[in-house]
C-alpha cells in the first residue's frame, strides 16, 4: 500500500492499510464479545458501504447473534446530500432485542440518527452503533457511535467497502482523496 490510485475522475493516496484496519476490527470484535457476553444481539449491517466490515467483524464474535441488512443512501459523489433515502427496510424483529448498527463511516450523523429513529419504533431493548471510521470534525447528529474502528479527519475516503460514485469498495485498503 504505497502507490496513488485513480479512480473515474479523482486521484486517492493510501490511508489505512488492511493490516491495520484487520487488527482494528479484531479489537471491536473483543469489546463486543466483552459487553454482550451471554446476550442475545442483532447485528444491522447498513448498505452497500458496511458490506466488508460488516463481514470480517461478524468472523471475530462469539455471541448468539443475527445479522440482516438495512439500505439507506445520503451520499452523491463526494458530498452528503442531507437527504436519507430509506431503500430497504428491516424484515427480522429487534422488539426486546439488543440491537447493534454496522456502519462503515459516520461523518454528518444524519443517516445514522434517521436510522435510529426508524429502528427505536421496533421498540429493541438497546442500540449502539458499531463504525469502521468516524469524522468528529463533521459530526452534527445525536447519535454518537459506541464502537469506533479509527477516528479520521473530515476527509473523503474510498475502500474496503467505501466507494466513489459506486466504484472502489472492492479495495482492501482505505485511500484517502489527494489534494
Known amino acids: ?3 496513488d490510485i485513480s479512480l473515474l475522475d479523482k486521484t486517492f ?3 489505512l492499510s488492511s493490516e491495520s484496519i484487520r487488527n482494528r476490527i479484531h479489537a471491536l470484535a473483543t469489546q463486543l464479545n466483552a459487553d454482550y457476553k451471554g446476550e442475545s444481539v442483532v447485528f444491522i449491517g447498513v448498505l452497500n458501504g458496511a458490506f466488508m466490515f460488516a463481514s470480517d467483524l461478524m468472523k471475530g464474535l462469539d455471541l448468539n447473534l443475527e445479522i440482516s441488512f438495512v439500505k439507506v443512501s445520503s451520499y452523491s459523489g463526494t458530498q452528503s446530500s442531507g437527504i ?3 431503500l430497504i427496510g428491516l424484515n427480522n424483529s429487534i422488539n ?9 463511516i459516520v461523518d ?6 434517521k436510522l435510529f429513529e426508524l429502528l427505536h419504533e421496533k421498540t429493541p431493548r438497546s442500540i449502539e452503533m458499531c463504525t469502521l471510521l468516524f469524522k468528529p470534525n463533521a459530526f452534527e447528529g445525536k447519535m454518537v457511535p459506541k464502537y469506533v474502528g ?5 476527509k473523503f475516503v474510498v475502500g474496503f467497502g467505501l466507494d466513489y460514485d459506486e466504484v472502489g469498495r472492492n479495495l482492501n485498503e482505505i485511500y484517502q482523496l489527494k489534494e
Open 1 to 3: 500500500m504505497n502507490r
Open 13 to 15: 493516496t493510501p490511508y
Open 84 to 86: 436519507v433515502k430509506e
Open 96 to 104: 426486546d432485542k439488543h440491537v447493534i448498527v454496522l456502519e462503515d
Open 108 to 113: 454528518t450523523g444524519r443517516t445514522a440518527d
Open 150 to 154: 479509527f477516528k479520521i479527519p473530515n
